[in-house]
């Protein structure tokens, strides 16, 4: 899609011609994926072993092969992964009712027509409905999700995520994950690996957990309490000195995010199955020759260090922050607290300078600024875009 804005300054006319791909990697439908210091987001590459590593890799499998669960074309007549629902103001929300009532948040939830449910619509599996609300910023999810008939639904459990906060679940809360944690979040999606990099850990499973989570983690499912089975929550990555060479683009794509994000341990499932978007783009021969990975490829993180507050997700890493723009004597600033730093000249407010300060010195930001303040659209990239959403937000 192409949008042509005419921008008056002034006497100046600036034309901004802007070419949009059909989808964008690194965010979803312009929704950034909670902030970029969440835990989530944040890479583990440099963080020391767990103690427990051996332990924990030997009792899911050290020969185990890794799994993608996710591809292009079904199985068993069913598409491959667990899809989503983007959702918006348009679309009514649904009363739910939960099994897990005391552990669930009441919702109503944007339940879209026709939704796309993890499995299909007459499946009896988990039956995830995950959606994504963009006007709201909001993530909500279901698992085992039924029609009742009568317009409203049925679910095992549900849960309801703020993208742009921090907030886990209450401490021993479950949600659409047995791990109490979000699953859009850790899902790999044919549109990021498209870009080039997947900027966040990877959601994956294990037949046998231990009775305890970890942070981030909220809630387990295991009555198990042998120390050598590990919590849910517990992060995983691939060992640095693991060849990627000689791998599929996909997979490299793939095995670059399980060495710098790694994954985390969210249900009870397949041996090192890993979680993804169904898409008929996928190569499914690429994808698959991730299967060459055995669990002894991996070792247990210790990412202790990055807990700030139990319950929060915000990680102890520091982002850098705006510096001034040329010409000008203070940072820019943050005026809704979104993130998003789109008070250029720093005069405590979005206006049209903002715009043109923007457009003016697009360069210098790229190669001076902090990415996550200026891209606005949440896509991974500073560009003429997030220009015109300033424009159209101011």
């Known amino acids: 899609m192409t949008i042509r804005n005419l921008i008056h300054y002034s006497g100046i006319l600036l034309i901004l011609i802007l070419a949009f791909p059909q989808a964008q990697a690194m965010a979803i439908s312009g929704v950034q994926i909670f902030p970029q210091d969440h835990v989530w987001n944040v890479p583990i590459n440099t963080l020391p072993v767990d103690a427990r590593s051996a332990d924990y890799v030997s009792s899911i499998g050290t020969t185990s092969h890794l799994h993608p669960d996710f ?158 089975y590990p919590p849910m929550g517990q992060r995983f990555r691939l060992k640095a000195s693991f060849d990627t060479s000689g791998y599929g683009p996909q997979s490299q794509v793939v095995l670059d995010a399980l060495k710098k994000y790694g994954m985390i341990l969210s249900d009870n499932g397949g041996n090192w199955f890993i979680s993804g978007v169904p898409d008929e783009r996928w190569d499914n021969d690429d994808i698959n020759d991730l299967k060459q990975l055995k669990g002894s490829d991996f070792e247990a993180v210790d990412e202790s260090s990055l807990m700030i507050n139990p319950d929060s997700g915000k990680a102890n890493i520091v982002l850098p922050g705006p510096i001034a723009l040329p010409g000008q004597s203070s940072a820019p600033t943050d005026p809704d607290k979104d993130g998003k730093f789109e008070d250029l000249n720093a005069n405590g407010r979005k206006d049209f300078a903002d715009v043109v300060l923007f457009f003016e010195h697009l360069d210098w930001i790229v190669a001076h600024e902090p990415l996550a303040a200026f891209d606005y659209n949440g896509n991974g990239r500073v560009e003429f875009a997030d220009i015109v959403m300033l424009y159209d937000e101011r």
């Open 71 to 228: 591809g292009a074309g079904t199985w068993e007549g069913a598409p491959i992964g667990i899809p989503y629902n983007i959702v918006n103001n348009s679309v009514s929300k649904k009363t739910v009712t939960f099994d897990y009532d005391d552990e669930s948040d009441p919702g109503p939830y944007p339940v879209p027509a026709n939704p796309l449910i993890e499995g299909g619509a007459d499946s009896d599996g988990d039956r995830h409905i995950l959606m994504l609300h963009t006007d709201e910023k909001k993530l909500y999810e279901l698992y085992y999700a039924w029609p009742a008939g009568d317009g409203t639904w049925t679910a095992g459990s549900g849960a309801i995520y703020d993208l742009k906060k921090y907030d886990l679940r209450p401490a021993g809360w479950t949600s659409a994950d047995a791990a109490g944690l979000a699953m859009l979040p850790g899902l790999v999606r044919y549109d990021e690996v498209a870009a080039g990099e997947i900027t966040h850990a990877i959601r994956f499973t294990a037949q046998k957990t231990r009775k305890a989570y970890i942070w981030p983690a909220r809630h387990y499912a295991s009555s198990i309490t042998d120390l050598r």
